[in-house]
């Protein structure tokens, strides 16, 4: 089903959507918020840029963006795979418990905030630039994975990664030295099994945006897991 957006409020937006019962591809979109917001059965492909909480509560649709989005992209999502060829804004994968996230471009401030898995409920964020300041901030688990493709003479993330987390991981292809870590955090260079861990991803991400795995690969890359000896309990424990 084809919807055109130009025009149309968020609600009257979402209602069409959700009145389908096919696939839909919506051009013009211009900022209308809460696009596929709790969806779970149909594929949503969107030209222009979506507003906030694209694909909040996600709960096992596919959206696909052939543009950047604002904040909040899968907030909260629970499952299903958001797909965006451009850039996001702050706060994408806030609360994420479960599916996927894959940005070709950058995103900004506090990326993976609150990420959470249980069981196999894994949720997974690939940055293929940069990401703004902290990101993985409370991370309590799943995967962040940052690539900084075409990041040069800079950081690919900001300032206080990783602040306050205990749990799940966060790799950045970068070496240890580049990016500054709280001290709560042990940061290593990745070895082996890290590399084949984060190989899935990697190779998923080329497929969708068309990169040589075995290039993107070919580099150093850094882990930075949760200090298992409770690392932030001197912060709010008195002795």
């Keep these: 089903m084809l919807i055109d957006a130009k025009g149309i409020n968020h609600r009257e937006l979402n209602e069409m959507i959700r009145r389908s019962d096919k696939d839909c591809v919506v051009k013009n979109c211009l900022g209308q918020r809460f696009i596929g917001a709790g969806m779970s059965d149909r594929n949503i492909e969107i030209e222009g840029i979506p507003g906030n909480a694209l694909g909040a509560y996600l ?5 696909e963006v052939r543009g950047n989005v604002q904040d909040a992209v899968g907030d909260t999502m629970n499952s299903g795979s958001i797909v965006i060829y451009g850039n996001a804004g702050d706060t994408a994968g806030y609360a994420m418990r479960g599916g996927s996230i894959y940005v070709k471009g950058n995103t900004r401030y506090r990326t993976g905030i609150h990420m959470k898995e249980y069981r196999d409920k894994l949720p997974v964020i ?4 940069k990401t703004g300041s902290f990101l993985g901030e409370y991370q309590a688990g799943g995967v962040i994975l940052v690539l900084g493709l075409g990041i040069k003479d800079e950081k690919i993330a900001g300032y206080f990664p990783c602040a306050g987390m205990h749990g799940g991981k966060v790799f950045l292809r970068t070496e240890p030295s580049k990016i500054k870590f709280p001290p709560q955090v042990l940061v ?3 070895d082996s099994e890290d590399m084949s861990e984060i190989q899935k991803y990697v190779s998923e991400f080329c497929r969708l945006f068309g990169f040589d795995e075995k290039a993107v690969m070919d580099h150093p890359f850094t882990t930075a897991v949760p200090n298992s000896k409770n690392p932030y309990k001197q912060m709010y424990v008195s002795n």
């Design 59 to 63: 709960n096992g649709a596919c959206i």
């Design 126 to 129: 690939v940055i293929g630039g």
């Design 188 to 190: 290593r260079p990745s």
